[in-house]
């Protein structure tokens, strides 16, 4: 049965990765920002139905407005989940552009890829999320630096919410919470050694896999006295926001 499944699935999931790829080579230059960001929400959602998983939406988004979205890393799948509510660019670990399929996804989609270990990366990234911040979007991060099972988290690395933090954006914590036939489960993970094929095996081959996407309410920009707080002290709320809801 596991084996009918992943067939099934697969036979659904890679038609709609072409026809999302066909969407960000030949129609999106096309078309403004808000067709592409209903293109995106809505073809992330029909790819997590093909896959398999119940994505359910907790909290309340910020669906308009420049906002930084800061969420736990579990899985690939994260980044659809949150395009899911809203149409979201991520900023990502250089390695994901040359992951098959995904990566080019993800790419065309405006995944911000930083290079780790480059002391220009941070900087030049900042800037690139300055950019989207002043076109009124969507920004994501996963501040852990890298993937759990999703029931604890890792330090929060700070650097990068320096661009929301200087331009006074709304910082919004968001807890992913995976769960299997109902309990809290690491089975989605894509951690470790762990190949995307092997992932790809046992998630589309399962039952009974859902997420649980917690928007918790806004970081406050500022101080009461007007004051802008550090990014370390953001980093921090955030990660308490997050570990309470995880």
């Not at 078309?31 to 929400?41: C, E, T």
């Not at 009124?136 to 990068?160: C, K, Q």
């Not at 095996?201 to 006295?225: C, I, K, M, N």
Request: hydrophobic share 50%.
């Amino acid at each position: 049965m596991k084996l009918l499944r992943f067939v099934l699935r697969l036979v659904l999931v890679l038609p709609w990765i072409a026809f999302g790829l066909l969407c960000v080579g030949l129609i999106y230059p096309l078309i403004g920002p808000r067709a592409r960001a209903w293109l995106n929400r809505n073809w992330s959602r029909c790819l997590m139905a093909f896959c398999g998983l119940r994505v359910v939406l907790k909290g309340t988004p910020r669906l308009r407005g420049p906002v930084l979205m800061v969420a736990n890393h579990v899985s690939w799948i994260d980044i659809f989940v949150l395009n899911s509510a809203r149409a979201t660019a991520f900023v990502a670990k250089s390695e994901i552009r040359s992951w098959p399929v995904i990566g080019w996804l993800v790419a065309g989609a405006g995944t911000l890829f930083i290079e780790r270990g480059q002391r220009h990366a941070v900087h030049a990234m900042g800037e690139s999320m300055q950019a989207r911040f002043r076109q009124g979007d969507a920004v994501g991060l996963f501040p852990e630096g890298t993937t759990t099972e999703g029931m604890e988290l890792r330090p929060f690395h700070a650097s990068l919410f320096e661009p929301a933090r200087a331009a006074a954006v709304e910082i919004q914590p968001v807890a992913l919470r995976f769960l299997h036939h109902g309990k809290r489960s690491g089975f989605a993970a894509f951690v470790g050694e762990e190949t995307l094929v092997m992932n790809l095996w046992r998630v589309l081959g399962a039952t009974g896999l859902s997420v649980e996407a917690v928007f918790l309410p806004p970081l406050p920009a500022r101080h009461p006295d007007g004051s802008l707080p550090t990014r370390l002290e953001l980093s921090h709320q955030a990660r308490d926001a997050i570990r309470s809801a995880l």
